[in-house]
């Protein structure tokens, strides 16, 4: 009976996981406005473009390719990345924080693991 209740609790414990996860979809591409007119390739310059998606995290000096996702109990998604600066050789580990905008709740705040908020973005059109 005790591991009855003990896997219930699991699958419990996993489906609120899953809930959360689909909180935050980067299924479709989220930007601000520079990022979005790029999402499908670079079209125009911009200092503030901040381009996200499932796979990548790009900003006008940055390019950041995914190599681990971990949603956090507060439903926010923290992302391992490796990272190429513009110019640049090599690349570098850094984590970033993805969670719902406290102002906004259709806008996403993108924070590196210092804190550093690179922006609010909103899905593209």
């Not at 381009?51 to 923290?78: H, M, P, W, Y």
């Amino acid at each position: 009976m005790r591991v009855f209740g003990l896997s219930v609790a699991m699958v419990l414990v996993l489906a609120a996981g899953q809930a959360s996860a689909a909180g935050i979809d980067l299924s479709k591409p989220y930007g601000n406005k520079s990022g979005c007119i790029n999402k499908n390739g670079q079209k125009v310059y911009a200092e503030d473009m901040l381009l996200l998606n499932a796979t990548e995290f790009i900003t006008a000096t940055n390019a950041c390719t995914f190599t681990d996702r971990k949603i956090q109990a507060d439903g926010s998604l923290v992302v391992k990345s490796m990272c190429e600066a513009d110019g640049g050789d090599g690349q570098s580990p850094i984590q970033f924080t993805i969670k719902r905008s406290p102002k906004n709740a259709k806008k996403l705040v993108i924070a590196d693991e210092d804190g550093t908020v690179y922006g609010e973005v909103s899905r593209c059109r």
